[in-house]
């Protein structure tokens, strides 16, 4: 069987209409990631990072062109479906965390596969302690770190055993070596066979992907 490209954008563009005008946040984008490929987005405020990140992780859809993931055309999917690709296929990594306050570590990671009534909470230790926080299994966030707080959302993020990893400034709350604790974390998730797409003004970003890009105005350079 030929193998496919786990995240694949053609031509694609996002438009914006609002009270002003319309805002083409993408336009035109070609964008592929292999699997154990980690790539870096980089771009100026407004350039479209965000969104791009949104439309590959199915949080927003195009305007035009196409997405797919594994092969799968999943442009023009409803809500319904999206909600169970991104269960399936997708992990997100977002700059705050987005972790509850009052769940534990352990909690926290678990949480995905609750709603599923599946309660994965072995797995969940066991990610923890991948990430280096198998003695924080039960603090609370804020009884945590920045970095290990961003450690918890990384083995969050992994507990559906994704094809393919999103985030939108994972560094940017971090000091320089927490940042390359994280950065090392992802080095090794992609190696395990992850697609890792990481969006940031992290210059430090680029000493561990496999591949920059530059979205300028909407367009990869
Ligand atoms: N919901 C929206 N409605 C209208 N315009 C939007 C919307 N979201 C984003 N935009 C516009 O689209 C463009 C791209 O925004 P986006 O958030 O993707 O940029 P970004 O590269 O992530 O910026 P930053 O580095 O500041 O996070 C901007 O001009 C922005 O104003
Ligand atoms: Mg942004």
Same mark, same amino acid.
């Given at each position: 069987?030929?193998?496919?490209?786990?995240?694949?954008?053609?031509?694609?563009?996002?438009?914006?209409?609002?009270?002003?005008?319309?805002?083409?946040?993408?336009?035109?984008? &070609?964008?592929?990631?292999?699997?154990?490929?980690?790539? +870096? /987005?980089?771009? =100026?405020?407004?350039?479209?990072? *965000? #969104?791009?990140l949104n439309v590959l992780g199915l949080l927003d859809s $195009? %305007?035009?062109?196409?997405l797919?993931l594994d092969?799968e055309d999943v442009t023009t999917l409803s809500i319904e479906e999206r909600t169970e690709v991104r269960r399936e296929y997708l992990g997100f990594?977002?700059?705050?965390?987005h /972790?509850?306050?009052? /769940?534990?570590?352990?909690?926290?990671?678990?949480l995905p596969t609750v709603f599923d009534g599946r309660?994965?909470?072995?797995?969940?230790?066991? $990610?923890?302690?991948?990430?280096?926080?198998?003695?924080?299994?039960? @603090?609370?966030?804020?009884?945590? *770190?920045?970095?290990? +707080?961003?450690?918890?959302?990384?083995?969050r993020s992994?507990i559906n055993r994704p094809s393919v990893?999103l985030?939108?400034?994972? #560094?940017?709350?971090?000091?320089?070596? %927490?940042?390359?604790?994280?950065? &090392?974390?992802?080095?090794?998730?992609?190696?395990?066979?992850? *697609?890792?797409?990481?969006? %940031? @003004?992290? =210059? $430090?970003?680029?000493?561990?992907?496999?591949?920059? $890009? &530059?979205?300028?105005?909407?367009?990869?350079?």
């Amino acid at each position: 069987m030929a193998a496919t490209t786990p995240l694949e954008l053609d031509g694609a563009v996002k438009r914006y209409e609002g009270a002003s005008g319309t805002v083409t946040a993408l336009d035109g984008v &070609d964008f592929r990631v292999g699997s154990n490929e980690f790539v +870096c /987005l980089f771009g =100026p405020s407004g350039s479209g990072k *965000s #969104t791009m990140l949104n439309v590959l992780g199915l949080l927003d859809s $195009l %305007t035009d062109g196409t997405l797919r993931l594994d092969g799968e055309d999943v442009t023009t999917l409803s809500i319904e479906e999206r909600t169970e690709v991104r269960r399936e296929y997708l992990g997100f990594v977002f700059q705050d965390y987005h /972790l509850v306050p009052t /769940l534990t570590a352990v909690e926290n990671v678990e949480l995905p596969t609750v709603f599923d009534g599946r309660a994965e909470r072995e797995r969940a230790r066991e $990610l923890l302690d991948r990430v280096g926080l198998g003695d924080r299994l039960d @603090h609370k966030p804020p009884e945590l *770190s920045g970095g290990q +707080c961003q450690r918890v959302a990384i083995a969050r993020s992994l507990i559906n055993r994704p094809s393919v990893l999103l985030a939108d400034e994972p #560094t940017g709350n971090l000091d320089r070596e %927490t940042g390359k604790v994280i950065l &090392d974390e992802f080095q090794r998730i992609s190696d395990a066979g992850v *697609s890792v797409v990481v969006v %940031t @003004h992290d =210059p $430090l970003v680029s000493d561990y992907a496999d591949r920059r $890009l &530059d979205l300028v105005d909407g367009e990869l350079g």
